[in-house]
Nanobody
Framework: VQLVESGGGSVQAGGSLRLSCAAS????????MGWYRQRPGKQRELVAE???????HNGVSAQGRFTISRDNAKNTVSLQMNSLKSEDTAVYYC??????????????WGPGTQVTVSS
């Protein structure tokens, strides 16, 4: 399984960025897809996740500013980030859950993409 992230970069506070992640090499069913982030000196935290049926779960940081979406046919997940703040500066990681025919679930992570918000 390979996850390829794109869309990170630098933006001024108040600006927007869109992160995308494409998963390939998946044979079994994709369950949750989402984004986590790790800010400097902090633990990795949930930004937002979306189930295969489209149900979303946002972390505190995403409330009212970020929108997650996915394309099940293409195994892609995107995160639209608006009204960015300096505290959103972090490495953002794509996450994909895969459920096998034997009911075992595996987690896959992308390499991370840097988002830097300057004030």
């Amino acid at each position: 399984v390979q996850l390829v992230e794109s869309g990170g970069g630098s933006v001024q506070a108040g600006g927007s960025l869109r992160l995308s992640c494409a998963a390939s090499g998946i044979v079994f069913r994709v369950t949750a897809m989402g984004w986590y982030r790790q800010r400097p000196g902090k633990q990795r935290e949930l930004v937002a996740e979306i189930s295969s049926s489209g149900a979303t779960h946002n972390g505190v940081s995403a409330q009212g500013r970020f929108t997650i979406s996915r394309d099940n046919a293409k195994n892609t997940v995107s995160l639209q980030m608006n009204s960015l703040k300096s505290e959103d500066t972090a490495v953002y990681y794509c996450h994909v859950g895969v459920l096998t025919n034997w009911s075992r679930e595996y987690d896959y992570w992308g390499p991370g993409t840097q988002v830097t918000v300057s004030s």
